[in-house]
Structures are given as structure tokens and as C-alpha cells.
């Protein structure tokens, strides 16, 4: 009887296993190659629309072994028009490695992570695909601040992520050297396009850039941002097949002061390369 009795409670620990946290499914078997199997982006805090909604992912990993990350730019004023974008390609096998750490790390556990007292601070998401969907993490302030304040689950639970976070992003020393290949720019099937109304600048010393006649679709397009009412001066429209080659190749020698006329008015531009999963404006932060 006492084995029995030792038996059930052993099932039972396994099955719901440690109080306060919800564990999330095991990493998928399989990988189909359009889909976003992993990723890790980082938005939100006190910036301006636009910037907020063409913030790009810091790593996005698909079913095919494709790793899209964003690349470093110049530190010069005004920045490049075009952020650069990277994809490089790892094997099934380590796709899967990487989405077994982002499930040992526990994204997609329902964890008390606290908030660090920063004001204004972004929010790190950790998405991964398992058997049961993709499961997401929010972190506020990762690795900003002090954590002093907090609980030690709770700065157990941060530090765990937080050392996911730099060994996705650091993938030559997670995974090996030879286990991904050379970087090669990222070429988007869909851009996203999003438009404000251009304002020459007041400062004496710098001067506004020549305006480039706009090869793309109209400009400003449609409302953009949650709720989209909100903003209306921040607009977006997504140009595809050769457009997106036309757009690209006036945007090489332009900055992100330039102003492009379309319709008779001058726009202030930020280029969002669409990634494979996504399609439209609406996917957009």
C-alpha cells in the first residue's frame, strides 16, 4: 500500500511540477521551412512612433535554418536610409538545439519576473515554437537596472533569460564556428514603408539633404500603429516585386533625413525590410 501510495505521488509531482510555475511544451519534432520557429525582439520604452513600429527583431530563426539579424551601422548623423539586415543558415539540428535553450530557460512558463524600478525601460520578448504553438515571454527591463529590489526567484528567473538572450545572440559561440555560415545581406520580398510629413531642420549648421523623387507606391498610405487613430500623421504602404529592387536602389545613397516627394508633398521615410513570416503594414509593432 505504501508503494501505491508513493507511486501516485510521484505521478503527480511529475505532472505538475514546481508550485508557482506553468511548464511549457517540449521543443517541436519538426521545423517547416516558412515558419518562424524562434525569436528575440526588443521594443517598446519612450520612443518615437515611427521608430517603435520599425524596429526590427535582434534575432529571428526559421524552419529552413535561416537566421535573420540585424547588423551594426554607422554612428553618424543622419544614420543610413536602409537598416542592415543579415540572415546567415544554421543546420535542423541546431535549430532545434536553440529552441530546446529558449524552453530550458523558460520562455513560455508563466514566472514572476518582478519589475526593476527603471522608468521608461523596453520590453525583451522571447518567442519559440513547441508541439503545442509558440509560446512567449515578455521581460521589462532585462539586463537594465538594478535588481536589488527584487525577489531571488525573481532575479533567478531574469538572470536565466538574460543568459539566453546572449547566447542567441552570440550563435559562433553557442553553436560553434563552423556551425553557421557567412553573413549575407537580408533581401525582402515585402518593404514596409513608413511615412510622416517632412520638416526641414532648424539648426543652422547642418543642411537638409537634396530631395529624391519617390519610385514607389503613393506615399503616405494608411494609418499605422495600435490604436491607429492615435497617430495619423504616421502612415505606412508595402511595395513588393520589382518596386522593392527600385526602392532599395534609390535608398543606397540617401540618408534618413532625406526627403522623397510623392504626390506633391515631401516625406520623411524609415524602411522596414518585411521578415518570411510576416506580410502586410499590420505586422508591424
Keep these: 500500500m505504501k508503494s501505491l501510495r508513493l507511486l501516485i505521488v510521484t505521478a503527480l509531482l511529475a505532472a505538475g511540477g514546481c508550485a508557482g510555475e506553468s511548464s511549457p511544451s517540449a521543443p517541436t519534432a519538426s521545423f517547416p521551412p516558412g515558419e518562424m520557429v524562434l525569436q528575440v525582439s526588443v521594443g517598446g520604452g519612450f520612443v518615437p512612433v515611427a521608430v517603435a513600429v520599425t524596429e526590427l527583431p535582434t534575432l529571428s530563426v526559421y524552419g ?84 536589488d529590489e527584487l525577489t531571488e526567484p525573481q532575479r533567478a528567473a531574469r538572470e536565466q533569460l538574460q543568459r539566453l538572450v546572449e547566447d542567441l545572440t552570440d550563435l559562433p559561440k553557442t553553436l560553434g564556428a563552423s556551425a553557421i555560415d557567412q553573413s549575407a545581406a537580408y533581401v525582402p520580398t515585402v518593404l514596409a514603408v513608413v511615412a510622416m510629413p517632412w520638416q526641414p531642420t532648424d539648426d543652422p549648421v547642418l543642411k537638409d539633404p537634396s530631395a ?72 508591424l509593432g
Design 64 to 147: 529552413d535554418g535561416r537566421v535573420i539579424t540585424t547588423g551594426p551601422v554607422p554612428a553618424i548623423y543622419p544614420g543610413p536610409a536602409l537598416p542592415n539586415v543579415q540572415v546567415r543558415h544554421i543546420s535542423q539540428a541546431d535549430i532545434a538545439k536553440l529552441t530546446k535553450l529558449a524552453v530550458d530557460a523558460g520562455v513560455g512558463m508563466d514566472r514572476d519576473l518582478g519589475m526593476p524600478n527603471v522608468a521608461d525601460a523596453p520590453t525583451t520578448e522571447i518567442t519559440v515554437r513547441t508541439a503545442a504553438g509558440l509560446q512567449r515571454t515578455s521581460a521589462p527591463a532585462l539586463g537594465i537596472g538594478s535588481t
Design 212 to 283: 529624391v523623387a519617390w519610385p514607389g507606391p503613393a506615399l503616405p498610405g494608411e494609418p499605422v500603429g495600435e490604436p491607429a487613430g492615435d497617430h495619423p500623421d504616421v502612415r505606412c504602404v508595402t511595395a513588393t516585386g520589382a518596386q522593392v529592387t527600385e526602392i532599395l536602389a534609390a535608398a543606397g545613397s540617401a540618408n534618413a533625413r532625406t526627403p522623397w516627394t510623392s504626390g506633391g508633398s515631401s516625406w520623411s521615410v524609415s524602411f522596414r525590410p518585411l521578415l518570411p513570416h510576416e506580410s502586410s503594414c499590420a505586422d
